[in-house]
């Protein structure tokens, strides 16, 4: 079956710092991946997605960057943290089932920036 | 683009009773839509979806109907239990992609005993 590791659970960063959040994906191949960012007692915003090694769609503006390395690997990124970019976390993967994807998500990590 | 809108923001209801969440979309081109349960802290998880081409979808106690004319879709969960408290998410897209995803903006079900 397939599994989702994401990692840190929590992080607490200084403003300026940089971020890196790493996601893998198991007991599949080219998944489609993603990252979603929720503010606290919010919604979900997607921020990007990854169809294949190396392709990244961008959804929102703004100083994050993300990178697949790997078929299975997906990194969200930062060379200076804002205070803005505190929140919740989320990388997930979608399967084709019955004609549609289907979206799973990852545990999360929270992220403090002070 | 696709907007989704949830109602409501909060719910409280006590044991054994029902709960109904209700969403609209505006892109009558949707035509996958889950439901997703997320309790503090925790990651979301879908609960139930529901496609375009039927109307109700059951499981044990949760529900999902579809008002494809009216564009709306709602959540029902009867007989409420305390584990049942949790933000829950409803979503759309169309063609199925997860990509195009819109997500509500929550509710939070509260059971009391």
């Known amino acids: 079956s397939q599994t989702i590791h994401q990692w840190p659970a929590t992080l607490v960063q200084p403003v300026g710092s940089p971020l890196s959040l790493e996601c893998t994906v198991e007991?599949?191949?080219?998944?489609?991946l993603y990252w979603y960012r929720q503010a606290a007692g919010r919604g979900l915003q997607l921020l990007f997605y990854?169809?294949?090694?190396?392709?990244i769609s961008s959804e929102v503006p703004q100083n994050l960057s993300a990178s697949r390395p790997q078929d299975r690997q997906f990194i969200l990124s930062s060379k200076k943290l804002l205070l803005s970019d505190s929140g919740f976390y989320l990388c997930?993967?979608?399967?084709?089932?019955?004609?549609?994807?289907?979206?799973?998500f990852g545990s999360g990590t929270q992220l403090s920036v002070l | 683009g696709e907007n989704v809108e949830q109602h409501p923001s909060t719910l409280s209801v006590q044991e054994g009773d029902s709960a109904v969440i209700k969403c609209t979309y505006s892109d009558s081109a949707s035509n996958y839509f889950p439901w997703y349960k997320q309790e503090l802290g925790k990651r979301p998880q879908l609960i139930i979806d529901?496609?375009?081409?039927?109307g109700e979808k059951k499981d044990q106690r949760i529900a999902v109907t579809l008002n494809k004319t009216a564009k709306h879709f709602s959540l029902h969960i009867t007989e409420t239990q305390p584990e049942d408290s949790a933000v829950y998410f409803c979503a759309a897209t169309f063609t199925g992609t997860a990509s195009k995803l819109t997500f509500g903006t929550g509710t939070r079900l509260q059971v009391t005993l």
């Open positions: 990854s169809v294949g090694i190396g392709q």
């Open positions: 997930a993967w979608s399967v084709y089932s019955r004609g549609g994807e289907k979206l799973f």
């Open positions: 007991g599949t191949s080219n998944p489609n």
């Open positions: 529901i496609r375009s081409n039927v």
